[in-house]
């Protein structure tokens, strides 16, 4: 066994132990080895230094609230760290891109006029029939995409499913739902 298999096999009995003990030593040697790499990690691929702080020690503390879903026989501790830093970041930049809401205007508003009100109605009424038709595994995942505002990324956290099955599903409801629409 070389030098790597020992750290690796060292990082695979610490998760272990973060996970059936919540054993502070054993995650206090893994955040003071892996933070500081998720944060150079992390202003590598463009972030700022405060930003990749903060995502770095959400990232550890996900470590540690999430150490039941960490399986040694799909991926290495680094590579399951890397991941989560990963996917973190892709959802804070999301975030960021999102438009502020409109400004809200005070005061009465025009009433809308009732064929509008009635069009609406009508869509909204084809569109609950239309998802209530999908798949279940389809339907589940556009209700918890859309209507629970979870991210790609955190379904596949939720569920255990691999985030390239969510994002096809996801696709191919849309798909259905607008074709439905027409």
């Not at 030098?3 to 040697?29: P, Y």
């Not at 700022?48 to 799909?74: I, N, Y």
């Not at 505002?149 to 191919?172: V, Y």
Request: hydrophobic share 40%; glycine share 4%; net charge negative.
């Amino acid at each position: 066994m070389n030098d790597n298999d020992g750290k690796r096999m060292l990082w695979v009995s610490h998760m272990i132990r973060i996970r059936d003990t919540q054993d502070q030593a054993a995650f206090a040697e893994l955040f003071e080895h892996f933070a500081p790499r998720v944060k150079g990690f992390l202003i590598k691929s463009g972030s700022d230094a405060s930003l990749a702080e903060e995502c770095a020690q959400e990232v550890l503390a996900t470590c540690w609230h999430k150490a039941h879903m960490f399986d040694p026989a799909r991926a290495s501790v680094a590579t399951w760290i890397f991941t989560i830093a990963r996917n973190r970041k892709i959802d804070v930049l999301r975030k960021q891109r999102r438009p502020e809401p409109e400004e809200l205007t005070w005061g009465p508003e025009e009433e809308p006029d009732q064929a509008d009100v009635m069009a609406l109605q009508q869509e909204s009424e084809q569109l609950g029939q239309a998802i209530a038709e999908l798949p279940a595994p389809q339907r589940e995942l556009i209700e918890q995409a859309y209507f629970g505002d979870m991210s790609h990324s955190e379904i596949a956290e939720k569920t255990g499913l691999p985030l390239g099955t969510i994002k096809s599903r996801i696709r191919l409801a849309l798909e259905r739902l607008r074709h439905a629409m027409k």
